[in-house]
């Protein structure tokens, strides 16, 4: 069993609010980690589970409020919360009903996926009592310095990073990517096409890490821009796709405005793009590009929660990979570069002189640290992403 460090925020704010939403992409481990919660009360009190999934635990909710009231001292987890939006309404009376009696915390775990639709709906409804948690896959800190290449190679998705070979992770992550384009999508966003969505997924793995066009993806896909642009909302709504913003810095000087879109896991990079092993993603064009989304999904997952994240880069060439706004500590720019020896061109150093961030890295695929340039620090990931994470005790 992997120690997830997200327990520890779920149980944070199971202590603080009546409803707490645990978030992500399918087969990331909510309901493992719901599951744990419940076998180790964790939380202090008895738990019930119910998956409403099943018919038998959605039939037990026909009156949710008679049901639910009568377990009020309880940890309620219910899985697949969007099998059942009707539910928002009657939980926030419940918790308005509960408040009255000094219940005001720990009532609800809500699990599902990050739908702008169970968004939407359970923030309208729960406005003020219901905090929202993400989990996605696993992360370096979690797996340890040791497996970071495996963790590149085939994602952070737990049955996909376990699998007892690089061919098995390669057959689990091209069904999963099958069972979202076929079933998941359809039931959570508007009805696409699979074979349309496969490709534009595709197409975003090819060019990982650049900037978005909506127009280039338009002619290859024959819709229209503003189709393109749906398609790729709904990705980042399921938490499979990274929009990353350009910094809006305030100098002289023309920035770049389009974002830079990335694939959220590597592993998944690799199998849209037919690479099954570690062989084939080195030799392949997109290795630079997924190195860098790997890091970048890192160190967002170590940082504080109101760190804001762009990268910087003008009409000229000057550019940063990543620029952290640390609350309280400045600017952090980071440099993401594959390899053991890891070179800063004139444009990273043009960039730091247009922002003047408080501290600079280049991260890079070795362990040591050691000073880069005047002011930069050549660092391992697994050591930045643990700085990084240090912020938030």
Not at 41 to 70: F, M, Q, S, W
């Amino acid at each position: 069993m992997i120690e997830r460090r997200t327990l520890k925020t779920i149980l944070d704010r199971l202590a603080q609010f009546p409803a707490v939403a645990l978030l992500g992409p399918r087969q990331t481990g909510k309901t493992t980690l719901a599951e744990r919660i419940a076998a180790q009360a964790l939380t202090g009190r008895e738990t019930v589970y119910l998956d409403l999934e099943a018919t038998a635990d959605r039939a037990k909710l026909a009156d949710p409020a008679l049901y639910l009231a009568a377990r009020e001292d309880k940890l309620v987890i219910l899985d697949e919360i969007q099998r059942a939006p009707d539910l928002f309404h009657a939980l926030r009376s419940l918790i308005d009903s509960g408040r009255r009696r000094d219940r005001r915390s720990g009532r609800f775990l809500l699990l599902g996926p990050a739908s702008m639709d169970l968004l939407r709906q359970s923030g309208e409804s729960l406005a003020g009592r219901i905090a929202y948690v993400e989990l996605g896959p696993l992360d370096i800190l979690e797996t340890g310095a040791a497996d970071s290449n495996t963790l590149w190679n085939r994602g952070g998705f737990p049955d996909s990073f376990l699998a007892a070979a690089d061919a098995a992770s390669a057959v689990w992550r091209e069904s999963f990517i099958r069972t979202y384009l076929e079933r998941d999508i359809p039931q959570l966003g508007p009805r696409i096409p699979a074979e349309i969505l496969r490709r534009f997924w595709t197409m975003l793995a090819h060019a990982q890490g650049g900037l978005f066009n909506a127009s280039q993806y338009a002619r290859a896909l024959a819709v229209d821009g503003k189709t393109v642009a749906s398609y790729l909302d709904l990705m980042v709504d399921l938490l499979l796709i990274r929009r990353l913003p350009p910094l809006h810095a305030n100098v002289r000087k023309r920035l770049v405005k389009s974002p830079k879109v990335f694939l959220r896991d590597s592993g998944i990079v690799h199998t849209l793009l037919g690479l099954d092993d570690p062989e084939a993603v080195l030799g392949h064009p997109v290795a630079g590009g997924s190195w860098e989304g790997f890091v970048l999904e890192n160190l967002l997952k170590a940082a504080p929660d109101r760190a804001r994240a762009s990268f910087y880069r003008t009409a000229a060439g000057a550019e940063i990979d990543l620029v952290l706004e640390m609350p309280g500590r400045g600017l952090w720019a980071v440099e993401i570069k594959r390899g053991l020896a890891p070179r800063l061109e004139r444009g990273f150093h043009s960039a730091r002189e247009d922002i003047r961030p408080e501290r600079s890295f280049v991260v890079y695929s070795g362990q040591d640290r050691y000073p880069a340039a005047e002011g930069v620090e050549a660092i391992g990931l697994h050591e930045l992403a643990g700085e990084i994470r240090a912020l938030n005790r």
